[in-house]
């Protein structure tokens, strides 16, 4: 299940993760435009998170996603203001529901991490701007953005599990 | 994908759907001609039957609406992803929010205010 490494090759594999999530994010917020809707995106990034969640575990994949936050706020100058806050709530949101889901054993594939994830991404983006503005008005998004989120998470779901069927020293994990 | 992968699927996409009239019912009037501008430093009713420039101050800076023809849109915010620019025109299920600037715009609704005063 698991990725079984030295424990600089599991360094250098998260490392590379971190770089290709941070890529992703970026090339996506500038090809794919945000959509119009607060909390959807297509999230190609997710894929980097759940290869390393696949193959490294929660902890490891906490570096990858959070790290990505931290390193996109730092790059863009919106690092601790409110979009920094917005995408670290549905980073943890969506690597804690997709943990979660891994848990439940394997009658879930990688596709049913990656949807766990893009709608728990969204829910709490949606719950952290009705905060944020001081109004449950966010929350009239609820129904287009988790739909969107849903497809996007159906896509990633099998973006990643393509990606480790094709990587040889990947697919001794679940694909 | 699994038949759990499946039945997830399907139970959020049920949740979606559940959700939609719930919004619909708190979304305000379609008919309205007033919206009401939401921002970190108080609230405002705008009669979109006057075509006018209004600018909400932001946490962030200021958020620029456009009311032109009975409609009313974001024409420029300093927010770094410009959701609230893309998202068109105000309608009755689908408020404008700006997150990063704590600052969002929805119909009115002849009930005045209510869902400010849920949260608030």
Request: aromatic content about 4%; charged content about 15%.
């Amino acid at each position: 299940m698991r990725y079984r490494g030295r424990p600089s090759a599991t360094v250098a594999l998260t490392a590379v993760l971190l770089a290709l999530a941070t890529c992703l994010g970026y090339v996506e917020s500038v090809l794919l435009p945000g959509l119009p809707v607060p909390g959807a995106r297509i999230g190609i990034a997710n894929i980097a998170v759940l290869l390393a969640l696949v193959t490294m575990g929660p902890a490891r994949a906490a570096v990858v996603s959070i790290g990505r936050v931290v390193l996109v706020g730092l790059a863009t100058g919106t690092f601790a203001g409110p979009a920094f806050l917005l995408a670290l709530v549905g980073a943890v949101a969506a690597l804690l529901a997709m943990d979660a889901i891994r848990r439940a054993g394997e009658r879930f594939s990688v596709v049913g991490w990656s949807i766990a994830g893009s709608a728990a991404h969204v829910l709490a983006q949606l719950g952290l701007a009705c905060v944020v503005v001081g109004s449950s008005a966010p929350l009239l998004m609820t129904p287009l953005s988790l739909g969107m989120a849903l497809l996007s998470g159906i896509a990633i779901g099998f973006a990643s599990r393509l990606l480790l069927s094709r990587i040889p020293s990947l697919s001794l994990s679940v694909a | 994908m699994t038949r759990a992968d499946a039945m997830l699927l399907a139970a959020l996409a049920a949740f979606a759907l559940a959700a939609y009239p719930v919004a619909a019912a708190l979304a305000g009037d379609a008919a309205s001609s007033t919206a009401i501008l939401a921002g970190p430093y108080g609230e405002t009713r705008i009669d979109l039957d006057v075509d006018a420039l209004i600018t909400v101050e932001g946490r962030g800076g200021p958020v620029r609406f456009e009311v032109e023809d009975g409609l009313i849109r974001v024409v420029d915010a300093t927010c770094p992803d410009g959701v609230c620019v893309r998202s068109g025109v105000l309608a009755a299920g689908a408020p404008i929010v700006c997150a990063p600037n704590g600052v969002f715009a929805r119909m009115a609704d002849g009930r005045g205010g209510d869902l400010d005063a849920i949260s608030r």
